[in-house]
């Protein structure tokens, strides 16, 4: 189980194993009505790294711009993760 829980928190993005990941998720903006149409996606990723022994750190949202007629707005979150195991 101790190799899983190292190589479950490997960083593809910089190929080491850090305290602390960023990731960045694309939320898309409903065609009809409020809110955003997948943020199915934004709870799947928080859950993945909270299964691989991290936390929630930090939170940003920015505007990311539109994809014109029919493609709906889109906002960006960047997700700070921290390791709990460092404590």
């Given amino acids: 189980m101790g190799t899983w829980n190292e190589e479950s928190r490997f960083s593809t993005a910089s ?7 960023v ?3 694309t939320l898309k903006e409903k065609f009809w ?4 149409g997948n943020l199915t996606d934004l709870e799947e990723v928080i859950n993945n ?3 691989k022994g991290y ?5 940003a949202t ?3 711009g539109s994809k014109g007629f029919g493609g709906g707005d889109r906002i960006q979150a960047t ?7 460092l404590r």
């Fill in 15 to 21: 190929g080491q194993n850090l305290p602390y990941v």
């Fill in 79 to 85: 997700l700070v993760f921290e390791r709990l195991d």
């Fill in 23 to 25: 990731m960045q998720v």
């Fill in 62 to 64: 920015s505007n990311g």
């Fill in 33 to 36: 009505g409020t809110g955003s």
């Fill in 49 to 51: 790294q909270v299964a």
């Fill in 55 to 59: 936390r929630l750190h930090t939170m």
